[in-house]
């Protein structure tokens, strides 16, 4: 039964809270984005005439963790609070702590899985955006949408380890 609720609040909260949806997507592209910094061939060459640019774009892949990381936080907290009346509601229905806790976390789950699979289509035009800006400065080379799965796989690892800590 909690699991179809937690279906349920999913689906409505799909329109009540469309700017966290909106922001997990974003927080996708942007990561999907940094990352495809790391592999990509281009910038592997320019990294390999100096350790300084390897050192400044993993520094940067950081920074935008840390930055996303507390977003999410503060959106998570921010939902908590303004549903403290419907946990409150579902304590005096009888269904334990643990069990909203659960419940809540499904939710999100299945809202961050979701905006991280909607992220990643704007996150490859932003990639080339990025590259593109990032080589300009170094020299005259073009980027293309480079498929590596190895950067799908480390945006879609570290997205679950900011959903699992700020939800967790």
């Known amino acids: 039964m909690l699991i179809k609720l937690a279906f349920q609040n999913a689906k409505r909260s799909l329109r009540e809270y469309a700017i966290y949806i909106v922001t997990l997507a974003m927080v996708a592209a942007f990561m999907l984005a940094f990352n495809s910094l790391i592999f990509s061939k281009s910038i592997q060459k320019i990294c390999s ?17 840390v930055i996303l990381f507390w977003l999410v936080s503060y959106m998570v907290d921010f939902m908590i ?30 809202l961050g899985c979701g905006s991280m699979l909607v992220g990643m289509l704007p996150g490859m035009l932003l990639q080339v955006i990025l590259g593109h800006l990032f080589l300009s400065v170094f020299q005259s080379m073009e980027i293309s949408v480079e498929f590596v799965p190895q950067n799908f796989l480390l945006t879609g690892t570290m997205y679950l380890v900011i959903l699992f800590f700020v939800l967790g």
């Not at 005439?49 to 963790?65: E, N, Q």
């Not at 946990?87 to 809540?104: C, D, S, V």
């Open 49 to 65: 005439m100096g350790v300084f640019v390897g050192i400044m774009i993993g520094f940067a892949a950081v920074i935008v963790f």
């Open 81 to 110: 609070k303004k549903r403290s009346r419907e946990f409150a509601t579902y304590q005096i229905l009888g269904i334990e702590e643990k069990q909203i806790a659960n419940m809540f976390l499904l939710e999100n789950l299945l």
